[in-house]
């Protein structure tokens, strides 16, 4: 059963480029949360999606940061016009339909960094 | 405000025992969970307690007091593949997990 996937594994843009994140979660799961890792520090809660729907984004940065998780196709975490702040760790977890989220699995994560 | 306090840094050698605490305030709580991550990889997780008391799994162990806020993870027979970043994390709602800042092992031989 193939685990958590994310690509691209290292992103690098330009600052006011877009950055595209994409996860795919383990086969079967129907939770998906997405976290921003700074170095030495801990992962930041961003945004919880169901298929179709944004369940809780309380953590998302209000302005060019959107995510969605479709019908058919992995979970995408977009940021638009990126900054020099946005560069970081983004992982990508998911849970099974009967979870209470206490343990997520988490993908390799994208390491972005905005030039 | 939510904050889970841990140690920065915790050393030890091989074959030892280490425990790492946390301490929290947050304004929910389901639960207190354990993740381990290597440098530069995923986190993976270690183990759950929703209920007072001691949970084993193996070399490690995680205990709760919930009328203290207050978490351990114990970690026994300490190895070199130890050496890792450990956070908790409190389950603060339906699917929401609040990590700590991480406490980084060194085990030494």
């Known amino acids: 059963n193939a685990g958590v996937m994310q690509n691209p594994r290292h992103l690098v843009r330009r600052r006011g480029q877009e950055a595209r994140l994409r996860c795919s979660p383990m086969k079967g799961h129907s939770h998906v949360y997405w976290y921003r890792q700074l170095p030495e520090e801990g992962l930041k809660f961003m945004v919880y999606?169901?298929?179709?729907?944004?369940?809780?984004e309380s953590g998302m940065p209000k302005e060019r940061f959107s995510a969605e998780f479709p019908k058919e196709g992995p979970s995408i975490l977009r940021i638009q016009q990126v900054v020099r702040g946005d560069s970081a760790a983004y992982f990508c977890?998911?849970?099974?339909?009967?979870?209470?989220?206490?343990?997520?699995?988490f993908g390799p994560g994208t390491r972005l960094t905005v030039t | 405000g939510q904050s889970l306090e841990q140690p920065s840094e915790v050393t030890a050698v091989e074959g030892a025992i280490v425990q790492i605490n946390c301490t929290y305030q947050t304004s929910g709580f389901y639960g207190l969970s354990w993740y381990q991550q290597h440098d530069g990889g995923a986190p993976t997780f270690l183990s759950y307690n929703a209920l007072d008391g001691l949970e084993e799994t193996g070399r490690f162990s995680s205990f709760l007091s919930r009328s203290d806020s207050y978490g351990y993870l114990l970690l026994q027979e300490l190895q070199m593949k130890d050496s890792a970043s450990y956070f908790c994390?409190?389950?603060?709602?339906?699917?929401?997990?609040?990590f700590g800042t991480g406490t980084r092992l060194l085990v030494s031989p």
């Open positions: 977890a998911s849970s099974p339909p009967a979870s209470t989220g206490y343990e997520q699995y």
């Open positions: 999606l169901q298929k179709e729907n944004i369940i809780d």
């Open positions: 994390a409190v389950v603060t709602g339906f699917q929401k997990l609040v």
